[in-house]
């Protein structure tokens, strides 16, 4: 009653003398401060890496956007102005639209063979087998390994007659299955692909590794106390339970497959007659073999844009659900 009295006679203070009240109605304007030096911050980490990100991503693609509208063999400065020329010619370039189909194929490969291969193994290597640490470390071996030893290796391996594949064929009696394998045009995609799988398989093997361990058990201990069979099992609980790390896998395989170079580059150069040739390759054979730069920079950007093109529209239609997922719990965390 005493406090309620003061207040109606105007004698209780509204605030204490000692505390100024800060011109947002705050006391002693820690906040705004607190936000200025917060905001400095994140300027401080973030400027650094919009200008790295400027000078060795933006800057390269515009340069290269610009040159792609001259015909310049890179010495000097870009002086024949032939606009959409290059762009037109890709689209008349039979390399260029094999290099195209041939990217579609492995993308294919590998979606429809190489991915569900790698899924096989993690599922095979989470069960409880003796020594699977040691199997799980042989698989991934091959990808630690650089696509240049590993090119080389296959070249050896593959070679006519004296390879390894064609005395093991022909110490067994099939001999005639060997041949040509990176020279002949009807077997080296065949081959080409059996190398990438061979070198890629224990990458998505350890991704899908990462994302059944992440299951809880007691799902499947569930499941299998109201009768469910392991294929049930797998189709009902492990598989929508690993759709986020499968759609991450799908993702990074199509976009290594767009940009392929180094191993193709190795083993067969792209050939033979175009036969195995890729986006890349065909880049660094008008960039740098016949140094026709405005060209081989049309192909560049055609490739980003490609690049670009599907990574925006997975994300919008195939990973929203787990972009959305992802950003509800970082703001159920504040």
Do not use: C
Not at 163 to 171: H, P, R
Not at 238 to 266: E, H, K, M
Not at 278 to 287: C, D
């Amino acid at each position: 009653m005493k406090g309620i009295s003061a207040v109606v006679d105007g004698t209780h203070p509204a605030t204490p003398a000692s505390v100024p009240a800060s011109p947002n109605g705050r006391a002693g304007g820690r906040p705004r401060a607190r936000r200025v030096r917060e905001w400095f911050t994140a300027v401080a980490f973030t400027v650094p890496a919009l200008v790295l990100f400027g000078l060795l991503v933006l800057g390269p693609i515009m340069y290269a956007a610009y040159v792609s509208l001259f015909d310049w063999g890179g010495f000097g400065s870009p002086e024949d102005y032939v606009g959409a020329g290059n762009y037109t010619r890709l689209l008349d370039d039979p390399v260029f639209l094999g290099d195209l189909w041939r990217g579609l194929l492995m993308v294919a490969f590998s979606v429809v063979v190489q991915l569900p291969f790698a899924l096989a193994m993690a599922v095979l290597l989470m069960q409880r087998l003796r020594g699977r640490a040691v199997y799980r470390m042989l698989f991934f071996a091959p990808y630690v390994l650089s696509e240049v030893i590993t090119g080389v290796l296959f070249s050896m391996l593959f070679a006519p007659d004296e390879g390894l594949a064609d005395k093991t064929l022909g110490a067994v009696g099939l001999d005639g299955l060997g041949g040509l394998w990176f020279a002949d045009q009807d077997t080296v995609l065949a081959t080409l692909f059996l190398v990438m799988t061979w070198k890629y398989f224990g990458f998505h093997m350890m991704l899908y590794l990462a994302g059944l361990q992440n299951i809880p058990a007691e799902l499947h201990e569930a499941a299998r106390i109201d009768g469910a069979g392991p294929w049930q099992r797998f189709r009902h609980i492990t598989l929508p339970l690993l759709g986020p790390t499968i759609r991450i896998s799908v993702f990074l395989s199509v976009i290594g497959a767009i940009q392929l170079f180094d191993l193709v580059w190795v083993t067969t150069q792209g050939g033979p007659d175009h036969a195995s040739e890729t986006m890349a390759v065909t880049l660094f054979q008008y960039g740098f073999k016949r140094y026709e730069i405005g060209y081989a920079s049309a192909i560049s950007i055609a490739m980003f844009a490609i690049s670009l093109v599907f990574a925006l529209g997975y994300q919008r239609f195939v990973m929203r659900r787990d972009t959305e997922g992802a950003l509800t719990t970082m703001g159920g965390n504040r």
